[in-house]
């Protein structure tokens, strides 16, 4: 059994469903990001986990103790909140030791954890501050610390970066990352943002509509989505269509060419279906391996610094693509004819 | 000078004679007890008395107990209002204005009604009973000011959240109103405190009715017997309503951790 197990979770508001059967193991010391949009019951599933939520059915075991039915205070969690919620009266040496000391350690015992775990954030000259003197990554900074003092059995942080500007949220979430490794703790991380979540998690839940819809490694939720949702919410894409021709072989036609996926289909012959594409698997002229070409013209062409994103006009559709800066060649003119070639194994079926 | 800034200062002026003039006109009547000369024996006299340091003293402990009661029945009722039941505060706010629309006469008729010696409860038959009403009588006039201020403290910070992270620490409901709520809108309790400890400290129709020797009736009583010692009262009692309010303005600026002026 996985240290922490969540089974057949469901939560209702009146007749209102907003998590259904959640199922989902997470091994001892691993990383989980649950990933959707707002209203999708990411929130809802890790306030059920941290006891600020009456589950309507399910279980949720932690290191095989069904803790489904302890209240907040007594199940050894640690969170930290989007609004950081330090307590403004309290310094944030005490604010640290507040865990510690509602547990009803030493002083001595207090001083030296909350020394190490303000040397674990970096704001050792810190300590004596209030929290309306520290800056919001500062803050969130400490209330990290504050949850990890008192060694919980798990941490849980919702959308702790989302408060944040740009720059902040990258070196933050690097810097929990690290944390959570040297700490080998047990993470659960919500948020909507998928860089954030592909950037830093062991394995993504990807929920919509109260429903994990895949669980999988960033790699695998960003190449293989399995459903329609994943794909569409996770990194950006080219939905093209085809006319199936042969659904046992899955041969279609996109276009004028003729394409084998080599993968049966479950839609008949003569139906048309939708294809997917990263923009990044699309290359401007014939690329190795890249045996589908489809021939077209430049529509847009954005700069983006490191990448540009060129759209081409193809037949009826257009394709995104994305291609590196390089400084000695300029992009192609708009209205320019291309070529554009793709390989067939980086065509999505997505289920409808 | 420019007409426009004759004018407000005009305004300005007349508007603090109309206020200070009165005051003014009564500290100068209480220090002419003597003939001829300006003292404070006036005052000597009041503060000298027994009966003035008897029902002074009641009204102060009084006045502690009232905002002791006020504070724990208010904080936690804001709290859950807040928190828990948003929908009931339109209900909440209207009951605690009750005080301010109903007259204390009234109030204090219908204590005497309910309560009196041939009723099911007699508070008013025992010199402690009677105490015990006052003091009720006390936190139910002083709602609408420690309600209200209570409110304001605790629209100030993110109570949830709080709430919340208090709880994944481990704390239990005792220690989350002692060291994480209480502290946190404790300048807004103590605004409500002083404006509680005002009201108890003058207050006439309560005391009076229940036969009970406070501050405001022996002020009434000196106001109808003497000639100079009532204005020297007057003087004091405005002495300690300032007070109060000056401690207000005091807490609010020194609390060190306050975020509300920053």
Same mark, same amino acid.
């Given at each position: 059994m996985a240290f922490l197990d969540i089974q057949h979770l469901e939560k209702s508001f009146g007749t209102l469903c907003v998590v259904k059967d959640f199922n989902l193991g997470i091994e001892r010391g691993e990383f989980v990001s649950f %990933?959707?949009?707002?209203?999708?019951?990411?929130?809802?599933?890790?306030?059920?986990?941290?006891?600020?939520?009456?589950?309507?059915?399910?279980?949720?075991?932690?290191d095989g103790v069904d803790i489904a039915g302890l209240p907040a205070n007594r199940r050894k969690i640690g969170m930290v909140f989007q609004a950081y919620a330090l307590f403004p009266n309290l310094t944030v040496a005490d604010n640290i030791g507040f865990g510690l000391k509602v547990a009803g350690e030493g002083k001595a015992e207090i001083g030296r954890r909350v020394a190490e775990m303000l040397e674990l954030i970096g704001l050792q000259q810190f300590g004596s501050r209030y929290p309306f003197q520290l800056s919001g990554g500062q803050q969130q900074r400490v209330a990290l610390a504050r949850a990890l003092a008192p060694r919980p059995q798990v941490l849980l942080l919702d959308e702790p970066l989302s408060a944040l500007d740009a720059k902040i949220r990258v070196s933050l979430r690097e810097?929990?990352?690290?944390?959570?490794? +040297?700490?080998?703790? $047990?993470?659960?991380?919500?948020?909507?943002?998928?860089?954030?979540?592909?950037?830093?998690?062991? *394995?993504?839940?990807?929920?919509?509509? +109260?429903?994990?819809?895949?669980? +999988?490694?960033?790699?695998? =939720?960003?190449?293989?989505?399995?459903? &329609? /949702?994943?794909?569409?919410?996770? #990194? $950006? %894409?080219?939905? !093209?269509?085809?006319?199936?021709?042969?659904?046992?072989? #899955? &041969?279609?036609?996109?276009?004028?060419?003729?394409?084998?996926?080599?993968?049966? %289909?479950?839609? *008949?012959?003569?139906? &048309?279906?939708? %294809?997917?594409?990263?923009?990044? $698997?699309?290359?401007?002229?014939?690329?190795? #391996?890249?045996?589908? !070409?489809?021939?077209? &013209?430049?529509?847009?062409?954005? /700069?983006? #610094?490191? !990448? =540009? *994103? =060129?759209r081409v006009a193809i037949g009826g559709q257009t394709v995104s693509l994305d291609t590196f800066n390089q400084p000695d060649r300029p992009p192609p003119a708009v209205g320019t004819p291309v070529e554009v070639s793709i390989s067939e194994r980086d065509l999505l079926v997505l289920a409808a | 000078m420019t007409g426009k800034r004759f004018w407000s200062l005009l305004a300005v002026t007349l508007g603090g004679l109309y206020f200070l003039l009165p005051l003014a006109g009564m500290v100068d009547f209480s220090m002419r007890m003597k003939r001829g000369e300006y003292s404070f024996e006036a005052y000597r006299i009041v503060l000298a008395d027994p009966q003035f340091q008897q029902t002074f003293l009641y009204s102060v402990v009084l006045a502690l107990l009232t905002i002791v009661l006020g504070i724990l029945l208010v904080v936690p009722a804001a709290y859950f209002v807040r928190l828990r039941l948003p929908g009931l505060r339109p209900v909440v706010e209207f009951i605690t204005l009750l005080p301010l629309v109903i007259p204390p006469i009234v109030i204090a008729f219908g204590y005497i009604r309910i309560y009196n010696t041939s009723s099911f409860l007699p508070l008013t038959g025992t010199r402690s009973g009677t105490n015990l009403l006052l003091l009720f009588g006390y936190a139910t006039l002083a709602l609408p000011y420690m309600y209200r201020s209570v409110d304001t403290g605790l629209r100030t910070i993110d109570i949830a959240s709080l709430t919340e992270a208090a709880q994944s620490l481990g704390a239990g409901w005792v220690r989350l109103f002692a060291v994480v709520i209480l502290p946190n809108v404790f300048v807004s309790v103590l605004s409500g405190a002083f404006l509680t400890f005002a009201i108890v400290i003058g207050e006439y129709v309560f005391a009076a009715l229940l036969n009970v020797n406070a501050f405001g009736p022996y002020m009434v009583w000196m106001g109808s017997n003497r000639a100079y010692e009532p204005s020297a009262l007057a003087v004091v009692a405005f002495a300690i309503t300032w007070a109060c309010i000056g401690l207000i303005q005091l807490f609010t600026r020194f609390s060190k951790f306050s975020t509300a002026r920053r």
């Open positions: %990933l959707g949009p707002s209203g999708c019951g990411k929130t809802t599933v890790l306030r059920m986990v941290a006891g600020f939520e009456t589950p309507t059915s399910g279980a949720i075991r932690i810097e929990i990352r690290r944390i959570q490794r +040297g700490l080998g703790i $047990t993470t659960i991380f919500v948020t909507h943002d998928q860089e954030e979540a592909l950037s830093i998690s062991d *394995r993504i839940v990807v929920m919509h509509q +109260g429903v994990a819809d895949q669980v +999988g490694t960033p790699f695998e =939720i960003y190449n293989r989505p399995a459903t &329609r /949702f994943v794909a569409e919410f996770v #990194g $950006t %894409l080219n939905l !093209v269509d085809a006319d199936v021709v042969e659904a046992a072989k #899955g &041969r279609v036609r996109l276009g004028e060419v003729l394409v084998a996926l080599n993968r049966p %289909l479950s839609a *008949r012959a003569g139906e &048309r279906i939708s %294809l997917a594409l990263r923009p990044e $698997t699309a290359v401007l002229g014939r690329g190795e #391996g890249h045996d589908v !070409v489809l021939s077209g &013209r430049i529509a847009e062409v954005h /700069f983006l #610094g490191s !990448v =540009i *994103r =060129i | -």
